[in-house]
Structures are given as structure tokens and as C-alpha cells.
């Protein structure tokens, strides 16, 4: 365990991650998720909520358009999908949708285009949220923050991470959207972390949102500390315990 190593839950290599991106896409902050579909899904639900709208473009990634069709239903989100052209997107609107749903390129086979701009900016008359999934662009050929765009969404299983070696995904927005997508990814219930060694305080992070009183009820104390082995060497670890306790 290196010093810098933190629990997921506080997360400082998240932090460099989301960063980076947030630079990259030219906007304020973000939420690292286990996938592209955690991303897209997450913020699609920060922003609609049972009795809303949601509007998503036809050609969209297989597993978004599952989604809707799976689990918005079951959670009361009314949606449509409409045509590619972007007077389509804006004509099918009425007065419950909160939520704009696009990609452009859209995702293979197609790869068509739609006018960001002219869907960011009419979201942004109505009140709505507008996302793009930016997976098939990148941040190097396209930046939708800047064309108007809330939030932006990318599977960074793909070009982001370039050698097919990781499944993450990452959704970066305002400090002011970011808060609401990390408070329902946080709801929605998040990963203990991963196959490395990892050492926190229940208290400030799995159970910090519990009252003190239910804690300690259930029997997590103050000075509680979760050790969750990895699969690094043994020696390796108990040395890396042994300084760490006599540091
Ligand atoms: C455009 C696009 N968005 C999202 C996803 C989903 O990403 P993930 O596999 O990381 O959940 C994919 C996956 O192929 C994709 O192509």
C-alpha cells in the first residue's frame, strides 16, 4: 500500500482521472463509474424522476437504449425515441422532459451527426438537461460542453482508455450537476474497490452518511478500520503494514 493509496470511497486516483477529464472536456468536474453504462444510466436518473419525460435519439448505443427500454418504465420515466435530426429531437418535447438523450456520431453501424449546438440551446430555453454520450468523438475531435451541452458521458472502455484493458466510464458536467450525479451514484450504491490492498475508516466512508447513533447500533465504531486484502505479495504487504504502523 502506498502512502498515496486511498479508500475508493475518498478516492485521490479518482480525483486525477476526473480531473483530467474535466479538463479535457472543458468543464468543472465529474463522476468516475465502473463502466460507460454506469455513467450514462446514473446521470440519466440525477435528472428524472417518476411522472418525467426523457427524450432519446433512435440511434443510440444498444445498452442505452436498453436501459430505457428495461428500467425507465419500472421507474415511472415516460421517454420517446425520435428521429436522428435534431428538429426531431426538439419537436418531440412537452412539458415533462427533463432529460435529453443523444450521441453524435451515434454508435456503430450508423454514425450519423446531429447539430449539438441547436439541441443544447433549445434544452437550455426549456429547462432541460441535455447529455451526449461522447465515446465515439472523444474530447480530441469534439467538446460538447462548449457547443452548450450539460453533461458529457463516455465509456472509457474505448478510445479514452486505447488499449481495450479497462472498463470504466465517466460522466463530467458543472460542480453543481456533479454533486447530483455523485449523490445518486453514492444512492445507487458504489464498488468497495478493486483487487489492490485497500485500508479505510468505515465511519468517514462506507457508513459516513449513517447517524453515529445507528452505527453504533450496528456495531461500527469510531475507531473501526476496514482491511481489505488484495492480491499483492504477502511480504510485500506485511512490510507495507509494518511501516505504516510505526510511521
Ligand atoms: C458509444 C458507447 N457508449 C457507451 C457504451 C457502454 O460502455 P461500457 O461498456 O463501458 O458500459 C459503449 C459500449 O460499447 C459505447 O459504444
Known sequence: ?????????????????????????????????????????TSVMSFARS?????????????????????????????????????AVCSIVNDRTKVIVKESPTNNPLMDIIDIRKVARFAKTRGITSIIDNTFATPVNQNPIKLGIDIVVHSGTKYLGGHSDICCGIAVTSSKNTRHIRTTARHLGGSLGGVETTICSPVTTSHAKISAEERKRVGITDSLLRLSAGIEHVEDLVADLDQALNS
Open 1 to 41: 500500500m502506498k502512502k498515496e493509496t486511498k479508500c475508493v470511497h475518498t478516492g485521490s486516483y479518482r480525483d486525477v482521472v476526473v480531473n483530467k477529464l474535466a479538463a479535457l472536456e472543458e468543464t468543472e468536474d465529474g463522476v468516475l463509474f465502473s463502466s460507460g453504462m454506469a455513467a450514462m444510466s
Open 51 to 87: 411522472g418525467d419525460h426523457v427524450v432519446m435519439r433512435n440511434a443510440l448505443y444498444g445498452g442505452t437504449h436498453a436501459f430505457a427500454t428495461y428500467l425507465l418504465d419500472r421507474l415511472g420515466i415516460h421517454y420517446n425515441f425520435t428521429a436522428t435530426g435534431s428538429d
